[in-house]
């Protein structure tokens, strides 16, 4: 089981830490593993977690260039809801938010 969350961890680089274990559960109970170790595998695989900044870079300039003819605020909202759809915290989405911004600026 943890080698194929393991597998599974490396193909879904593009997606957030939540949504990638949610989809890593789904794919074990498919596979016929029992319920309750499932919870130790996730646990296994949270100690490899990623860090989530690829991905949300990743879907954040996806969405930018899907909304990117809204005006600003509107813009940004959506921007922000999707993102959080998508599993990523408020607080990240407000960094890279942010971030863009600066450079729209510059």
């Known amino acids: 089981g943890r080698k194929l969350a393991e597998k599974y961890m490396k193909k879904r680089t593009k997606e957030s830490n939540r949504l990638m274990m949610q989809k890593i559960e789904q794919q074990l109970l498919r596979k016929g593993y029992p319920s309750q170790i499932i919870p130790i595998i996730l646990e296994e695989a949270k100690e490899n977690k990623r860090d989530e900044t690829e991905a949300l870079n990743y ?33 990240q989405i407000d960094e890279f938010l942010n971030q863009v911004e600066e450079e729209e600026l510059d």
């Open 59 to 91: 879907q954040g300039e996806k969405l930018l260039r899907k909304y990117g003819k809204l005006n600003g605020h509107e813009k940004k909202m959506k921007i922000k809801r999707a993102l959080f759809q998508k599993g990523f915290s408020l607080e």
